[in-house]
C-alpha cells in the first residue's frame, strides 16, 4: 500500500523522460521551418484531406447563423428546436425562426504551448503535432477565402485574423516561435481571456492536451461559458505514455510544469497499474467535462498520422447531421 501511495504522489502528473543524446553516427534532428512545415501538410494531409472535407467543411466545422432572416409557418422535417414558441401562441400555428446563412468564417485556434505540451515518446512532441493541426486548419480555412487567427495560452503570440495562404504560414511561424517556459498563464485563463476578446460568433479551435488532476477540470466551466457563444472544437493531443506506462525499468522522469524529479521503477507492475488506474479517473473526467460544455472533440496521437482522425470526425459530423 506504502508503494501505490508514493505511486499516486510521483505520477499524478504524465512523465516525461529526459530527452536522451544522439547515439554513436546519429545525426540529431534539425527543427523544421514553418514553410517547410506547410509544404509537408499540403502534401502529406491537406491533399489527401481533398475531395472528401473541403467541399463540406463549412457545414461540418460550423454551425448554423445566429442572425435571424424570418419566421415563417411550421413545415415537416423543421427542427424542433428552431421552434418560434412566442409567435406560434399569438397565430395559434406551429411557427419555426429561420436563419440567414453566413457567408463569411472567421475562424480562431487557441492554441496551448505549455510545459506539458513539450513532451512526446513516438518521435515527435505534443507540440509539434499542436503546430501540425494549426497549419492544416490554416491552410483548409484560407484555401476557402476565410479568415483564420491564432492566439497561444499566456497571449505571446496574437496572430489577427486574415486570409491567404501566407497567413497560415504567418500563423505557424508565431506559434512555432515560442519555447517551454514563455506560457505561464494556465489554459482556463486563456480561455476567459478569448471569450473576452472574441465579440462576433467564431469557430474556435482549442488545441491542448487538456491534463487536469481535478474530479471537475478547472477549464471545464470556461470553456463551456466560450461554446456558449461560438462553434468550439475541442482538439486533444495526448502521447500514448501519458495513459500507459511501459515496462522501462528505473527511469529518472521530470514534472513539466513544476521541474520536479523523480526516480521512478517502472518495472513493478503495481506502479504501471496504480499510474493506468489514474490516468484512467483523469480521462474519464475530461470526458464529462467535455461533453458537459457541448463541444466536439478530435483526439490526436503523436503515436498516429492526424489524416485519420480528420476523417472520422468528419464522418461523425457528416451522420450527426
Do not use: C
Not at 41 to 59: A, H, K, M, S
Not at 90 to 119: I, K, N
Not at 247 to 253: E, H, S
Amino acid at each position: 500500500m506504502t508503494l501505490l501511495r508514493n505511486a499516486r504522489q510521483r505520477l499524478a502528473r504524465p512523465a516525461r523522460a529526459r530527452p536522451q543524446p544522439p547515439q554513436v553516427g546519429e545525426t540529431p534532428a534539425a527543427p523544421e521551418l514553418p514553410a517547410d512545415l506547410l509544404r509537408r501538410l499540403e502534401f502529406t494531409v491537406v491533399r489527401r484531406l481533398d475531395g472528401f472535407l473541403f467541399g463540406d467543411y463549412r457545414g461540418l466545422f460550423y454551425g448554423p447563423s445566429l442572425d435571424l432572416a424570418e419566421v415563417r409557418e411550421y413545415q415537416p422535417g423543421d427542427e424542433v428546436r428552431r421552434m418560434d414558441w412566442n409567435v406560434t401562441a399569438r397565430m395559434d400555428r406551429l411557427h419555426v425562426r429561420q436563419y440567414r446563412e453566413e457567408r463569411e468564417l472567421t475562424a480562431w485556434l487557441l492554441v496551448d504551448l505549455s510545459p506539458s505540451m513539450w513532451f512526446g515518446t513516438r518521435r515527435r512532441l505534443k507540440r509539434d503535432l499542436a503546430l501540425d493541426f494549426a497549419g492544416t486548419a490554416g491552410l483548409i480555412v484560407t484555401r476557402h477565402g476565410d479568415k483564420v487567427g491564432a492566439i497561444s495560452t499566456g497571449g505571446k503570440r496574437f496572430v489577427a485574423p486574415r486570409t491567404g495562404r501566407a497567413q497560415a504560414l504567418n500563423l505557424v511561424s508565431s506559434l512555432a516561435a515560442l519555447k517551454p517556459n514563455d506560457e505561464p498563464e494556465p489554459l482556463p485563463e486563456s480561455l476567459e481571456r478569448l471569450g473576452r476578446t472574441l465579440r462576433r460568433r467564431s469557430l474556435v479551435f482549442v488545441v491542448s492536451d487538456f491534463l487536469d488532476d481535478n474530479a471537475e477540470p478547472a477549464w471545464a466551466r470556461p470553456l463551456g461559458r466560450l461554446a456558449a457563444r461560438h462553434e468550439v472544437i475541442a482538439v486533444r493531443v495526448y502521447d500514448p505514455a501519458e495513459r500507459k506506462l511501459p515496462d522501462a525499468g528505473g527511469l529518472t522522469v521530470r514534472d513539466p510544469e513544476s521541474g520536479r524529479e523523480h526516480w521512478v521503477d517502472l518495472s513493478d507492475r503495481r506502479v504501471r497499474l496504480e499510474y493506468e488506474r489514474l490516468a484512467a479517473e483523469r480521462e474519464a473526467a475530461a470526458r464529462r467535462a467535455l461533453r458537459a460544455a457541448g463541444v466536439d472533440v478530435v483526439d490526436l496521437s503523436t503515436a498516429d498520422d492526424i489524416v485519420a482522425p480528420l476523417l472520422r470526425f468528419a464522418s461523425w459530423r457528416r451522420t450527426r447531421r
